[in-house]
Structures are given as C-alpha cells and as structure tokens.
C-alpha cells in the first residue's frame, strides 16, 4: 500500500484517508449566481466526514479536515489570482497598443484633411484672381489657374458679343421691315416670319417688332397720324411736312397688328379646346405684351362655353309650381328655401369655377386678373338675371314670399361664395388669396345693394309684419271697437285713445285689403289669418263674438315668432351697423301691435267689466278675472323675448339701446298699472257686495227669542246651524273671490290682493257687530259666524301680519258669551298703540254695550274700569 496523505487517492476501490478538496477555475466566480456565504457553507458541508456527521452527539469537534480543506482552496485561489492577473496585464498591453495605432491613425487623417483644404484655397484663389499665379504652387499650377480663369472672361465675352450680334440683327430686320412698310407699303418679312415658323417666340417677336414699327411711325411719318386726326394732305404735302409716296404705314402697321392679334387669339382657342394649356400661356404672354392681354381675357370669359349654354336658358320662366309658393306666402309654414332653379345655377356655378380656376392658373401668367374678371361676368350676368327674376315673381306672390326668398338667396350664395374662399380656387388646396376674396365679397354685396340700400329692406319687412299683426288682430279689434264703455272719468280719456288706435288698426287693415297693389296670394293669406271670407264684402259688418276679443298665447306666440323670423333676416341681410336700428324698429311694432293693440285693449276691456259691477245689484260677475293670467302670461313672454333677443341684438348702439330699454319698462308699466286697477276694482266690487250683504243681517239672528228656542223656529235647528244665512253668503263668494284671483295672479301680488281683501272684510265685520244686540243666547251664533268668516279668510294666501289681524275676529264672538270676571281680565290685556292684532279700548266698549245684560252691576263694573 501507498504512502497515504491529504493529496493522496486509492486505485481500483480503495479510497483516501482523508477526503480530496474540491478543484476550481475562474469560470466558478465568474457566475452570476456566485454568492461567498454559499461557497464557505459549501467547503464547511464537504470537509465534514459522513461518519463524524451521523455520530453522536457528544463527539469532539475535529477541526482538521476543515483546516486542511481551507488550506487547499486558499491555494487554489492563490494560482488563480495569479493567473488573473498575468490575462489582465495582456487585456491592458493590448489596450495600449490599440490607442497608439488610434493616435497615429487619426493625425494622418488630419493631415489629409489640411492638405485637401489648402489645395482648394489655392485652387479658389488662383481662379479669382489670376495675377496671383504661381503663389503657394509650382508654375504649371499657375499656369492651369490662369487658364480657368480666361476661360470664364472669353465665355463672358462671347456672350457679350452674341447679345450684340442679337441686337444688331434684330435692328437691322426692324430697319428692312420699315423699308418695307415706308417703301412698298407691306411687311412681307414679318408676314413670311409667322407663315415660315410661326411658333410663340417668333409670334412674341413679331409683336415687339410690330410695336416698334409703331413707335416709328410716330416719329418717322407724322402725316399719318396727322391724316387719321383729320388733316388735310394736299401734293404729298401735310402743312409744310413732306409725305412718304402715299403710304399710311400707320394704317399698314395697325392692319397687322390686327391679323396678328386674330391668329394669336384663333391660336388660344384652338389650344384650349386641345387642353394645350403650355400653349395657351405662350399666346397669353404674347398678347400681354403685345395689348396689355385684355382681347385674350376677354375672349376666355365672353367665349365661354358656360355663357353660351346659359344665355339660352337665362330667359326661361321661374317654374317652381304654385304649392311652394303658397308654402313662401303662408308665415306660419317653415320657409322652403331657395328656388330651384337659382339653386341648380349656383351649384353649377360652383363646379364650374373651381374647374376653370385650375385652367386659368396654367393659361395664363396673371392669372388673379383673369379671375377676377370670370368671377365679375358670373355674378354680374348669370346670378344677377336669375335673381332679378326669382325676387320678381317672390313680389308678385306677397310680401313676405319676397322676403323669404331674398333671404334664402343671399344665403345660398353666401355659402358659394365661403365655398370657393374654401376651395381655394387659383390657390387650391390652400384657401383663396385676399384679393380674390375681396372681389368675391364685393360681387355679393353689389347683387344686394339694390334691395339693401337705405330703410328699403327693414320697410319691408315692417310692412309685412304690420300685415300679418293686422290680420290677425282683425276679429280682435272690430270686437273691442264695438263694445261700449265708460261714459266719463279719466279712464274714459284713456279708452277714448285705445278706441282711436283700434279703429286705425282695422281702418288700415280694410284699406290694404281694398288696395291694387295687394296680390291675390297676399290677399288670400291675409284673409286666412284673419279667419274672414272673401265673400264677406262690407269689412265692417263682420259676425264677431265673444271669443274673438279674448286674448290668446297661441296668437301671441304666432306674432313673436314672425318677428323672430324677421328679426333672423335682418340679422343676416342688413349691415352690422344698422342692426341696432332696425331692431328698434321692429321693437316699436312689436309694443304698438302685442302691446297695445292686443294686451292693453283686453285690459281696458277687463277694467270696464270691473267697474261695472262696482253697482251690481245682484250678486257680481267675476269671470273677468281669470283673463288676466292669459295677458300676464304674454306679457311676460313678450318681455322674455325682447330682453334675450332685441335688447342683445342692439348692444353695438348704447344710444338705441337705451332708448329701447326706457320705451320697454314704459309699456310694461302701461300693462302692470292697468292690471293693478283691475285688481282694485275687483276689491271694490267685493266690498261693495259684502256691505250690501251684510245690511240685509236680521236683527233677531244674535237675539233670538225663546219660542224659537222651543221649536218656533225649526226648534233645535237653531243650535245646530253652522252660521247665518248673512255669513253663509259672504263666505261662499269669498272662496269665489279666491278661487278665481287664484287663476288670475300667483305669488306676490296674490298676497298682497288677498291681504288687502281681508283687511277690508274684517273693517267691514268690526263694523258690522257694533250694530246688533247680542243676548246670551245670540252670543253663540256670533261665535260661530266670527270662526267662519275667519276659517274662510285665512283659506286666502295671507302674510302672518294679516293673519294675526283676521284672528281678532274670534276674539268678537268671545266678548258676548264670557262672564263679568273674564270681561275684567281681558280689558287688563290691551296694548296701546298695537292695532293690527289686539282689540283697543274703544272696540271692547263698543262690542260690550251691545250685550242684553250690559246694565247689569258686574258689566257697568268692567266698563267703568277701562
């Protein structure tokens, strides 16, 4: 057997004494997932015998196999930190020689790069400036650089040379061609020029040629142009000047003018019915110098092919059959928009110019000009007939008809004309240049400035109101022009001038109905709103009846809403600056016609019904009442709709503005006074009818005798009445008085009606009691009429001031029924100066002296201690 020791190993199935210790490389620490806990556990764990491991566990610990173990990794660990040190001194020789070869690399690089920038100075330098030469180089550099250079000076000098080669042949050609026309009176040179070529650069040719000719003829033969003035040319002489053989080279040179401009202008067209647009933009170029390009414009826009189609059907009638008419005619119909046959030119028109812009744009060089005019000759000719035609017909139907169709007409071609600044047209796809806008504009303004200009327009449109407002209101104002009215007073003042506004207003209406001017249509629909026959011919003797003076939100809803359309059209039709004032305008026709016409004349009528009842002499008619939430209603609509709507409208004009605010609160305050005297009367009619109630009280119903007790008098029934027939009455028209001023106002002003109202009954009630005997008995009744009147009143929407005051009234039943020693305690309890809710002194005297038993001794004994 071997020598055994730590290192050592057994053959075949021997094994070492001692464990052998775990090899390593530097691939075990070069892991990511080496970790030196688990390594030092891992050594610790190997090093341990198995047997030593699973032994008691009292057994000594060996520390040798551990320190034997660690000992090995520790060399181990020594041999590779020196090999890892030998592979990192190599990485950083490497390294080294890396940045050295970089270095040397990068400074030839540089020197390069200065060699290429030096040459191209030199080569720079020697070309500008050739006396230099040979400097920073050898003399065949210089040579070479010197050599660039006179190469650039003779092709500059060439050019010179040919330029003047030009000019001289070109004169001399100019010179034969005045030969020609001076001498033999003919241009046969230019004539075989155009026949020869014929392209664009001899036809520009050409027409500089022909324009200096001109200017020569000028100087060289004045008798031509003095002839042409009306000279008189007499031997070849023209006064002193000599002639040239006879020949009038200014007549000569015009003629080929003119035959150069024809074929110039038969070339353009031939070219654009061939799409040849680089054509058409030569012979553009030629005319504009040749005339200023006006004949070539001129050609393009008249020439047209969409005026030709049109001219034809320009004439053609409006055929829009006669159900849209009616609809354009009828203002509570919804407008049907623009006519047919307007509309289909403008959506041609719109196909049209952006088709031709694009052409224009390629056919000529001032193409914005070009544009301008098609865009004149459309709107001018094309929109403007049809149009004037349209709006013709619309005025023969009605008023309104015209109206409507101006509107919708002008907006149609608003959004052509927003269409197009879209489109771009010559500058599509981005939007149209400013001046092209500017001419768009202007073409629209100028088709409406005949129907805009002045108050034309917002006199229209008043005037069509004032029809509708007058058809509608017809029935209305012959009713309320019938019906009689309070013979004297003030009011009758007042209602003498709402008669003479009614009568005007119905006057006018017959009138326009009479007059020639009116339309059958017109006339027709005025009828209709009016809800009158045809056939009805004395006007003034129309059937009216009670329904037709009352007011209605429906009618009143009708006539804003025609303003409202008329506003809209004014809003879009008339300038920004007239704004203010045509709504102000239509505000004044508005409080005329709602106001006082309609609302201030129901409540004249509901005032009168008021005050005649004030002397009924049966029992009073209030259904008046409940018509006054109709004219509340719409006057509070009409406020709405002036506040939100017209008063906006008119902010741009403090001035108006404010003018319209103060003729606004005016007629409001009109209506809120005239309904405030409605409700008065309605407190003086029922005063008047509960004092007339109350005096028909019988004297016996508070002292009653005692064969009514004992059956004289429907026996017990006495007892078990609920009140008196005096308190049964009056409370049940109370709860009518209620119930109906309840349909006629809400909210505060019910209050305060109702207020005043229970005052006036609980005035009339302390009265009323001072009058009557009350014996024992009697005091009951008291007692149940005073809880009645008291239950009754406090059913009205009463302030709890008021309410405390009505509560008084029980107080009154009370005073008849207690005894002496109650009496003294509440005559303890008065409250100086307090009304409203206690009874004074001067009441309780009143009240007690009215009791069978008031001369008793404990009566006179409360009476003489207050």
């Known amino acids: 057997m071997a020598s055994l020791d730590g290192n050592s190993i057994h053959s075949g199935t021997t094994r070492a004494l001692f464990p052998r ?57 020594a041999t590779l930190s020196e090999e890892l040190g030998e592979q990192e001194t190599e990485l950083l020789t490497s390294v080294r020689r890396a940045e050295i070869q970089h270095d040397q690399t990068l400074g030839e690089l540089g020197r390069k790069l200065d060699q290429s920038i030096d040459s191209f100075e030199s080569l720079d330098v020697s070309l500008n400036n050739p006396t230099q030469n040979g400097v920073n180089g050898n003399d065949r550099s210089g040579r070479h650089d010197g050599g660039g250079n006179i190469a650039v000076q003779i092709g500059e000098r060439l050019e010179e040379l040919d330029k003047q080669r030009r000019r001289a042949l070109d004169a001399s ?56 003035n009306g000279a008189k040319k007499t031997n070849g002489t023209l006064n002193g000047v000599t002639g040239n053989r006879g020949h009038n080279t200014r007549e000569i040179i015009e003629k080929f003018s003119e035959t150069l401009e024809k074929d110039l202008l038969k070339q353009f067209d031939d070219s654009y019915r061939r799409q040849n647009f680089d054509d058409m933009l030569e012979c553009a170029k030629v005319l504009h110098d040749f005339n200023g390009g006006a004949s070539v414009v001129a050609l393009f826009v008249n020439q047209h092919q969409f005026f030709i189609d049109r001219s034809q059907l320009i004439t053609d009638e409006v055929t829009t059959d006669n159900e849209t008419w009616e609809r354009l005619a009828d203002p509570d119909s919804e407008p049907p928009g623009v006519e047919p046959s307007l509309q289909s030119l403008i959506d041609e028109i719109k196909v049209v110019m952006q088709d031709e812009s694009f052409i224009i744009k390629r056919a000529f060089p001032y193409y914005e000009v070009v544009l301008t005019k098609f865009i004149q000759r459309i709107f001018q000719q094309s929109i403007q007939q049809r149009l004037e035609m349209v709006l013709e017909k619309a005025d023969s139907i009605s008023s ?52 805009l200009v002045g108050n034309s327009y917002i006199d229209r449109e008043r005037k069509s109101l004032e029809e509708l407002y007058s058809s509608l209101l017809f029935k209305f104002t012959i009713y309320h022009s019938r ?15 709402g008669t003479h506004l009614l009568s005007s207003a119905k006057d006018t209406y017959i009138d326009r109905l009479d007059s020639s001017e009116l339309t059958p249509t017109q006339k027709a629909m005025m009828l209709r709103v009016a809800g009158v026959r045809d056939s009805d011919k004395n006007k003034n003797e129309i059937e009216v009846v009670d329904e037709d003076g009352v007011l209605s939100i429906e009618n009143a809803k ?47 009528a509901t005032a009168d019904q008021a005050a005649a009842q004030e002397t009924a002499r049966t029992e009073p008619d209030l259904a008046y009442l409940p018509s006054l939430r109709t004219a509340i209603t719409i006057t509070n609509i009409m406020s709405h709709f002036i506040t939100t709507v017209l008063f906006r409208l008119a902010e741009s004009n403090t001035t108006v503005k404010r003018a319209m605010e103060t003729q606004t609160k005016s007629a409001i305050e009109r209506i809120e006074s005239k309904t405030s005297t409605v409700m008065r009367s309605t407190i003086a009619v029922a005063q008047n009818w509960i004092t007339k109630l109350l005096a028909g009280q019988k004297k016996l119903d508070f002292r009653p005798k005692d064969s009514d007790l004992d059956g004289g008098r429907s026996g017990s029934g006495y007892f078990e009445a609920l009140a008196t027939p005096t308190c049964l009455s009056i409370c049940t028209f109370l709860s009518r008085i209620a119930a109906l001023s309840a349909m006629a106002i809400d909210g505060q002003n019910l209050e305060v009606f109702s207020c005043e109202l229970a005052l006036s009954v609980r005035d009339l009630l302390f009265e009323h009691f001072k009058k009557f005997q009350v014996n024992a008995t009697g005091g009951l009744m ?56 206690k009874l004074q002194k001067a009441d309780f005297r009143a009240f007690i002296t009215r009791r069978d038993d008031a001369g008793s001794a404990g009566i006179q004994s409360v009476l003489a201690g207050l």
């Open 483 to 497: 019906r009689k009215r309070a013979p004297t007073g003030f009011m009758a003042s007042l209602a003498q001038q």
């Open 782 to 837: 008291v007692t149940k009429d005073m809880s009645r009147y008291v239950s009754t009143l406090k059913e009205l929407p009463l302030s709890k001031e008021v309410e405390g005051s009505v509560e008084v009234l029980s107080e009154i039943g009370n005073l008849f029924i207690i005894g002496p020693e109650a009496l003294r305690e509440r005559s303890r309890n008065f409250q100086p100066g307090v009304v409203a809710k």
């Open 558 to 604: 009708r006539m804003l809403k025609w303003l409202a359309e008329g506003v809209r059209r004014a809003l879009e039709l008339d300038g920004s600056t007239d704004t203010a004032k045509d709504v102000q305008a239509l505000l004044n026709l508005l409080l005329v016609s709602m106001g006082q016409v309609y609302i201030e004349t129901a409540l004249d």
């Open 21 to 77: 210790g775990p090899g390593f490389t530097l691939e075990n620490f070069s892991n990511k997932d080496f970790i030196v806990r688990d390594f030092i556990e891992e050594l610790s764990e190997s090093a341990v015998p198995s047997h030593r491991r699973s032994g008691p566990a009292n057994q000594a610990f060996d520390p040798k196999p551990l320190i034997r173990t660690f000992e090995n990794v520790l060399a181990q660990l």
């Open 400 to 451: 309104l008809a015209f109206l409507r169709s101006l509107h919708a007409s002008r907006s149609y071609i608003n959004n052509l004309i927003e269409d197009l600044k879209a489109h771009g047209l010559t500058e599509h796809p981005e939007a149209c240049s400013a001046q092209t806008a500017l001419s768009l504009d202007h073409q629209l303004d100028e088709l409406f400035v005949p129907y």
């Open 173 to 228: 050609f100019l010179i034969q061609c005045w030969t020609e026309v001076s001498e033999a009176g003919q241009l046969t040179s230019l004539e075989e020029m155009i026949r020869r070529r014929g392209g664009g650069k001899d036809m520009v040719r050409c027409a500089i040629i022909a324009r200096q000719l001109m200017r020569m003829s000028q100087r060289l033969d004045p008798s031509s142009w003095a002839q042409t």
